[in-house]
């Protein structure tokens, strides 16, 4: 499925098998998490996407060639994180989410919306034993930057997650996994995803418009809603930290200093390491993490889209070639 142009939708083509480069895997693609920033890239609110591109970054693969690492026949995961310099002051000093050269699979390379794809095999991981493919792809990007985003909430207690959908359905179970108490805010009258909150150990749900029972230590926010912003500051207490975990957000109104004094930290989270998908694809299975997903055909990947800008996905939506 292919992007022509952006914003515009997505259309089935037929492309010549892609020629994997040194170092790189030919993969048969097995599943392909649907994540908010294919949404971001279809609706050009992220610039430069490389045209026609082929979309996904949560691919889970069989290798068919190539590679050091992993033999044919193995399952690989493939993350948003496609390749670095290695050598910018980034990449040399363990934050080589931020290089200045990266890469990046199904934006600015082409990713998983396909039968085939091609990755750099340093930048693949294994998949858990005990993840079908479904339930596996999920992990990839709403699970591993959910994760990188929770580890910057240090150790807050009482978590508040702002966008109860693929990421924070993952982060919940870790959280509570870690003793942490989970504090669900969604859409005002959601209540199916209040529901499904409370089902996976949040102790409280509620809509935007209303604040947690309880001081929160730390929120993240899943949600490209900027408005969320100066709700979950006011929601954290002294020193508390909030996290926007998206890659996009609707601009953040203004809001008074006092929501930001007394060391209450406003960050965000961009992209990941390696480093964080190895800690997180070596935790989820000892969790558990369970992911809830919804399987769609590839080629109704516009629909699975749809329904994703809608809220109408409980847990994450999968592509499936
Ligand atoms: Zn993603
Ligand atoms: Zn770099």
């Given at each position: 499925?292919?992007?022509?142009?952006?914003?515009?939708?997505?259309?089935?083509?037929?492309?010549p098998d892609p020629e994997p480069g040194p170092g790189e895997l030919l993969l048969e693609v097995l599943a392909c998490g649907v994540c908010r920033t294919d949404l971001h890239i279809v609706d050009a609110e992220l610039p430069d996407?490389?045209?026609?591109?082929?979309?996904?970054?949560?691919?889970?693969?069989?290798?068919v060639s190539g590679g050091e690492r992993f033999e044919p026949g193995a399952r690989v995961g493939v993350?948003?994180?496609?390749?670095?310099?290695?050598?910018?002051?980034?990449c040399r000093s363990g934050r080589e989410n931020l290089c200045e050269q990266a890469v990046f699979t199904g934006y600015t390379r082409d990713g998983g919306y396909a039968q085939l794809a091609a990755a750099d095999e340093r930048f693949c991981f294994p998949v858990p034993e005990g993840y079908p493919d479904l339930q596996a792809a999920p992990l990839l990007c709403a699970g591993l930057i959910g994760y990188r985003?929770?580890?910057?909430?240090?150790?807050?207690?009482?978590?508040g997650l702002y966008g109860f959908g693929a990421a924070a359905h993952i982060i919940c179970q870790v959280a509570r996994h870690q003793g942490r108490r989970v504090f669900a805010v969604t859409r005002p009258g959601d209540e199916e995803g209040?529901?499904?909150?409370?089902?996976?150990?949040?102790e409280w749900a509620g809509g935007s418009d209303e604040r947690p029972p309880e001081e929160l230590d730390a929120a993240l926010i899943f949600a490209p809603a900027g408005e969320l912003v100066p709700l979950a500051l006011?929601?954290?207490?002294?020193?508390?930290?909030?996290?926007?975990?998206?890659?996009?957000?609707?601009?953040?109104?203004?809001?008074?200093?006092?929501?930001?004094?007394?060391?209450r930290v406003l960050r965000?989270?961009?992209?990941?390491?390696?480093?964080?998908?190895e800690e997180f694809l070596d935790l989820a299975p000892r969790v558990p993490v369970r992911?809830?997903?919804?399987?769609?055909?590839?080629?109704?990947?516009?629909?699975?889209?749809?329904?994703?800008?809608t809220g109408r996905v409980r847990g994450a939506a999968v592509l499936v070639p």
């Open positions: 499925m292919v992007l022509a142009s952006a914003p515009g939708g997505l259309e089935p083509r037929e492309l996407p490389k045209l026609p591109l082929v979309p996904g970054h949560q691919i889970v693969g069989r290798v993350p948003w994180l496609g390749g670095v310099d290695g050598s910018c002051r980034f985003a929770l580890r910057l909430a240090g150790d807050a207690e009482r978590l209040r529901a499904f909150a409370l089902s996976l150990g949040a006011a929601a954290v207490g002294r020193g508390g930290t909030v996290v926007c975990a998206g890659i996009h957000m609707s601009d953040i109104p203004s809001f008074p200093y006092e929501l930001l004094w007394e060391e965000s989270v961009a992209n990941l390491t390696r480093r964080d998908g992911t809830e997903v919804e399987a769609h055909p590839l080629a109704d990947a516009n629909e699975a889209l749809e329904r994703l800008r």
